[in-house]
């Protein structure tokens, strides 16, 4: 398999249609040079999330395409639904995305030219000087933004944004780095692992849209005590008060 795309779902019934009218285009045109698996996790949806999108997808007769479906029982947290993902995946290049289009699905295509030969992954970044957010709530960039800007106080300063979910990853990093988040930390947290195993990381420099269907799931405050907990934990490795910064146990 050349190429695996996970998208986690959680309560996303309402996506479903957009997934099939924007997505699934891009998927075919995708396969027209290799083969694509494509990995939807339910994350434990009550709204018949799982159901619908098998509606849409399991018939899928687009050639080169296989289309999978995991689900969890109960809701487990995003961090376990990209667990999921990456153990069912067998791409050599994975690709990870939201199910609500905040990032347009079109550029999958133009952010896996940036995976060069010594690129190991490829980072989604609005807040690169050449990215831009677009109708986004102020509380969610707040958030965001602030917890990038100690990431790169911490981590580094050429990367700009920590928080997106739209990746591109070399098998390697999946097989490799550790997290250990069950929840929205956890891209966060395999980023930073990944630069701090002198992974090669490129931006992709983007546009992050607000979205249209559906709600949020993030759990703000349990988000904002995650990303201090894991800070705090860097911190302490910086200063060489904590030797194993990959044991650290976070939210």
């Known amino acids: ?12 019934i ?25 990995i939807f996790v339910d994350d434990g949806s009550t709204d018949g999330t799982l159901t619908s999108l098998k509606t849409a997808f399991i018939e899928n007769y687009a050639p080169n395409v296989l289309v999978k479906f995991e689900a969890h029982v109960k809701n487990r947290g995003l961090g376990e639904a990209i667990r999921t993902g990456f153990t069912a995946s067998r791409g050599e290049i ?16 133009s952010m896996l030219a940036y995976l060069q030969p010594d690129v190991d992954l490829v980072t989604a970044s609005p807040y690169h000087p050449e990215g831009g957010v677009k109708n986004v709530p102020g509380y969610r960039l707040v958030l965001s933004k602030g917890s990038s800007f100690l990431y790169r106080l911490l981590v580094s300063w050429h990367i700009h944004t920590y928080t997106a979910l ?14 250990q988040s069950t929840g929205f930390l956890a891209g966060t947290e395999i980023l930073v692992n990944s630069l701090l195993m002198n992974y ?24 904002i005590r995650a990303h201090l907990t894991f800070q705090w934990h860097l911190l302490r ?10 044991k650290q146990q976070t939210a």
């Open 166 to 179: 739209f990746r591109v990853y070399r098998r390697k990093i999946i097989d490799t780095v550790p997290f």
């Open 200 to 223: 090669q990381v490129a931006e992709y420099p983007t546009v992050l849209h607000s979205r249209v269907a559906g709600v949020s799931k993030a759990k703000i405050m349990r988000t």
């Open 14 to 38: 309402d996506n479903v249609p957009k997934l099939e009218r924007e997505f699934f285009p891009i998927v075919t045109t995708l396969a027209s040079t290799r083969s694509v698996e494509v």
């Open 1 to 12: 398999m050349d190429l695996t795309i996970i998208i986690p779902c959680y309560n996303e």
């Open 94 to 109: 994975v690709v990870t995305t939201d199910s609500d289009g905040t990032y347009r699905f079109e550029e999958i295509i």
């Open 237 to 246: 490795y910086r200063l060489h008060l904590a030797p194993a910064i990959f």
